[in-house]
């Protein structure tokens, strides 16, 4: 049986990478989450524009991803909210 997970779970998956690892190269949040390029590049612009992730540019064709105040304080939300549903 194959899972799928939810535009919501790769997005938390996203944050909790960054959360745990600092900025990262997209190659490597890649193989972290398990996850295509497309569908992270896809992820990544939309954490981006809900400002929970920030692009840092190394050099001009290098660049690291991060997350945000905005994006751990969301995260540490939703991690209490997932653990006050399974009590």
Same mark, same amino acid.
């Given at each position: 049986?194959?899972?799928? $997970?939810?535009?919501? *779970?790769? &997005?938390? /998956? ?5 959360? $745990? %690892? @600092?900025?990262? =190269?997209?190659? &490597?949040?890649? #193989? ?8 992270? =590049?896809?992820?990544? /612009? ?8 920030? +692009?840092?540019?190394?050099? +001009? +064709?290098?660049?690291? #991803?991060?997350?945000? *105040?905005? @994006? $751990?304080?969301?995260? %540490?939300?939703? @991690?209490? +909210?997932? /653990?006050?549903?399974?009590?």
């Amino acid at each position: 049986m194959i899972m799928v $997970r939810t535009r919501h *779970e790769m &997005h938390v /998956d996203t944050l909790k990478v960054l959360a $745990r %690892n @600092g900025p990262l =190269k997209i190659s &490597h949040i890649m #193989y972290q989450i398990n996850i295509n390029c497309h569908v992270l =590049k896809q992820c990544l /612009d939309f954490l981006i524009h809900q400002n929970l992730v920030e +692009k840092q540019a190394l050099s +001009k +064709k290098r660049s690291v #991803y991060a997350i945000t *105040e905005r @994006g $751990r304080t969301i995260l %540490n939300t939703s @991690g209490r +909210k997932n /653990d006050s549903k399974r009590n």
